[in-house]
């Protein structure tokens, strides 16, 4: 049974007014591995799976990961938070293991490029090294990078991709390829039970204030009175997920029939222009930034939106975060952690 999400309340950490998925319940704990676990989505993942009565190891190396996503977990005695990093073997004894490890905006990412490939490759290396021994089952979080610049629109699993295996996106792009390839190399000849997501532009709190993603750009650029900078002329499109639709979305996958392997997108399927985009948190924030424009970055992709029916067919998942309301948390939150709006008392210990 898979069950979708609401927010239920507007804080830092977003908690889900259903808990009671099946493969998910205290009554079947299970030792879980999560890399990258302090990372924005790796942070929500791991609350999500101590709030389901399981065991976490949160796995990091903090190069974008930050202790302070993690720090509200830290007196739970079923988190263990690790500092490593995955292009090192790591020895543990779990169950599942979420592989989350790599930056994933391209700031980030282009700033160390061979650390990046090294990360997506010699961890996905040893990620399945692991789960070979230990008979773990493991997911990796690949990304709609994958396709590239796509000529074909929405993207299906079943495209090959637009990629530029030499461009300054490559690093990210052609690494987190073969790690996809390590992993369904490591299922047809070792038999390691996988999963893999592709998973398209995600949203919500814990993100860096300056990773140079466009939901972050823009807040943080409306809330302190800067120019909301467009790259291109603003035509082209995104799809934006709130964080804890992704987080359902990949536990449903992790949980879905030993069968199906992916690779599966995850991702919201409405589509938005840049301008659409900056004009919206222009009127959530009430900022009178003005729009200024900037040369379209290399290999950039033009469109991108998911076709998700096959998450739809397989796990029965569709998010449920409109843009403008996951908007209004993620902008609580930057609000809070650039120091702009004192948090409510009893948000105090998830923003210390």
Not at 233 to 243: L, P
Not at 282 to 294: E, P
Request: proline share 6%.
């Amino acid at each position: 049974m898979f069950i979708r999400t609401r927010l239920v309340r507007s804080t830092a950490e977003v908690h889900l007014s259903k808990l009671e998925v099946n493969e998910m319940s205290s009554d079947n704990p299970k030792r879980i591995l999560v890399t990258g676990g302090a990372g924005f989505v790796g942070s929500h993942l791991c609350e999500r799976l101590l709030t389901a009565g399981h065991e976490v190891i949160c796995l990091d190396n903090f190069h974008t990961g930050s202790k302070a996503n993690v720090a509200h977990l830290r007196a739970n005695r079923n988190f263990e938070l690790v500092r490593h990093d995955v292009t090192e073997p790591y020895v543990a004894q779990v169950d599942e293991i979420f592989n989350l490890a790599c930056p994933a905006s391209p700031i980030h990412y282009q700033s160390d490029p061979i650390h990046t490939i090294k990360t997506s490759v010699l961890g996905a290396l040893n990620v399945l090294g692991l789960a070979r021994r230990t008979g773990a089952k493991t997911l990796l979080a690949s990304t709609s990078e994958v396709y590239g610049d796509p000529d074909v629109h929405p993207q299906r699993e079943d495209y090959w991709g637009n990629v530029n295996p030499n461009g300054t996106r490559a690093c990210y792009d052609e690494g987190k390829r073969t790690a996809e390839a390590l992993y369904f190399d490591y299922h047809r000849r070792h038999g390691v039970p996988i999963k893999v997501a592709r998973i398209f532009n995600t949203y919500g709190p814990h993100m860096h204030a300056n990773d140079g993603r466009v939901v972050s750009n823009f807040i943080v650029q409306a809330l302190t009175g800067q120019p909301i900078t467009i790259f291109g002329e603003g035509t082209q499109t995104r799809s934006f997920c709130y964080v804890t639709d992704l987080i359902e979305g990949l536990i449903g996958l992790m949980n879905s029939p030993a069968d199906f392997l992916g690779p599966l997108n995850l991702g919201n399927p409405s589509e938005f222009t840049m301008i659409e985009l900056a004009e919206l948190v222009l009127k959530l924030t009430g900022s009178r930034s003005r729009l200024i424009y900037r040369s379209l970055p290399a290999d950039d992709p033009k469109r991108r939106r998911p076709d998700i029916s096959l998450a739809q067919k397989q796990l029965g998942w569709v998010p449920s975060i409109p843009l403008e309301e996951g908007l209004k948390h993620t902008i609580a939150y930057f609000e809070r952690t650039l120091g702009l709006k004192s948090p409510p008392a009893h948000l105090e210990r998830i923003v210390a």
